[in-house]
């Protein structure tokens, strides 16, 4: 099925039946998308990938947006994620291997695809995947997205998405230039309602599960020519966001990138990401 030059289709994988969305053509430049966002997260950035040479792919991960579960909701696991990735991949790049940017989240997923199957991947870019116990003192970043978590529990989306944005000790870091509190981006206003569907279940199932999560750091070790971390301009002083990175790069030697943007570069400034993106995927 095409909806305006984009193909979607669908994976039936253990659990679930997962859609994405193709466009383009040229080698598969695969779009791991992360937090409560779909595959319409790279709105902004997959028509310029894709009049670079690409057949841009992005998905809407298992339980949220367009991809249903079989069965009950449960917490989510990052290996279960990054077979659906790579089930993904199998679907659309059949012969060979793709490159692959996952944001966030999606950034976890990404790095689980690359370490459990290197053979797939051409190169793979995983901007500032939060996975916090990499951190010298990882404690307060449990402890804040646990109290996130309790919050939603108890109090509902609203309190715990305050408390989200905030930094462990109650900062809130500024907004990116041209991105007030609360304003979404033109390119990702079509997916609002579905991210707001969506939070309840990355809140209660995704978010601890995910940050707490330990990488293989020796299969990345082994696949380190193929790595490339990503660190936003904007978000470089968040250390849930950007010290992940840092830190994988330093235990595995991969190369370190800093982005436009922030935590979303991708969405705040799709041009320019989507550029240095390639030059990334080029290295």
Same mark, same amino acid.
């Given at each position: 099925?095409?909806?305006?030059?984009?193909?979607?289709?669908?994976?039936?994988?253990?659990?679930?039946?997962?859609?994405?969305?193709?466009?383009?053509?040229?080698?598969?430049?695969?779009?791991?998308?992360?937090? %409560?966002?779909?595959?319409?997260?790279? &709105?902004?950035?997959?028509?310029? #990938?894709?009049?670079?040479?690409?057949?841009?792919?992005?998905?809407?991960?298992?339980?949220?947006?367009?991809?249903?579960?079989?069965? *009950?909701?449960?917490?989510?696991? +990052?290996?279960?994620?990054?077979?659906? @990735?790579? %089930?993904?991949?199998?679907? +659309?790049?059949?012969?060979?291997?793709?490159?692959?940017?996952?944001?966030?989240?999606?950034?976890?997923?990404?790095?689980?695809?690359?370490?459990?199957?290197?053979?797939?991947?051409?190169?793979?870019?995983?901007?500032?995947?939060?996975?916090?116990?990499?951190?010298?003192?990882?404690?307060?970043?449990? @402890?804040?997205?646990? &109290?996130?978590?309790?919050?939603?529990?108890?109090?509902?989306?609203? *309190?715990?998405?305050?408390?989200?944005?905030?930094? =462990?000790?109650?900062?809130?870091? /500024? =907004?990116? =230039?041209?991105?007030?509190?609360? /304003?979404?981006?033109?390119?990702?206003?079509?997916?609002?309602?579905?991210? %707001?569907?969506?939070?309840?279940?990355?809140?209660?199932?995704?978010?601890?599960?995910?940050?707490?999560?330990?990488?293989?750091?020796?299969?990345?070790?082994?696949?380190?020519?193929?790595? +490339?971390?990503?660190?936003?301009? &904007?978000?470089?002083?968040? /250390?849930?966001?950007?010290? *992940?990175?840092?830190?994988?790069? &330093?235990?595995?030697? @991969?190369? #370190?990138?800093?982005? =436009?943007?922030?935590?979303?570069?991708?969405?705040?400034?799709?041009?320019?990401?989507?550029?240095?993106?390639?030059?990334?995927?080029?290295?």
């Amino acid at each position: 099925m095409k909806i305006s030059g984009i193909t979607v289709g669908t994976v039936k994988v253990p659990g679930a039946t997962l859609r994405y969305e193709a466009r383009g053509s040229g080698p598969v430049l695969l779009l791991v998308p992360g937090g %409560a966002g779909d595959a319409g997260l790279f &709105e902004g950035m997959a028509d310029l #990938l894709a009049a670079a040479g690409h057949t841009v792919v992005s998905y809407d991960q298992r339980g949220l947006s367009r991809s249903p579960l079989d069965g *009950p909701l449960a917490d989510q696991q +990052v290996a279960a994620w990054g077979a659906d @990735a790579l %089930a993904v991949l199998d679907a +659309v790049s059949p012969d060979g291997p793709a490159d692959v940017f996952g944001s966030s989240s999606g950034g976890i997923v990404a790095l689980a695809l690359l370490a459990a199957r290197p053979d797939r991947v051409r190169r793979l870019v995983a901007h500032e995947p939060p996975l916090v116990e990499l951190l010298a003192d990882p404690a307060p970043y449990r @402890a804040h997205f646990a &109290e996130v978590r309790e919050l939603h529990r108890t109090r509902g989306l609203g *309190p715990a998405m305050a408390r989200f944005s905030e930094t =462990p000790d109650g900062r809130r870091p /500024e =907004p990116a =230039p041209g991105q007030g509190h609360g /304003e979404l981006p033109s390119s990702i206003r079509p997916m609002a309602a579905r991210m %707001a569907a969506n939070m309840p279940v990355f809140l209660e199932h995704v978010l601890c599960p995910f940050s707490s999560s330990a990488p293989d750091l020796d299969g990345l070790r082994s696949a380190a020519d193929k790595l +490339v971390l990503g660190v936003g301009r &904007e978000s470089a002083d968040q /250390e849930a966001l950007a010290g *992940p990175s840092r830190r994988i790069a &330093e235990l595995t030697g @991969a190369a #370190l990138v800093e982005f =436009p943007g922030g935590h979303l570069g991708c969405v705040e400034h799709p041009e320019e990401f989507a550029e240095l993106l390639l030059t990334a995927m080029r290295r």
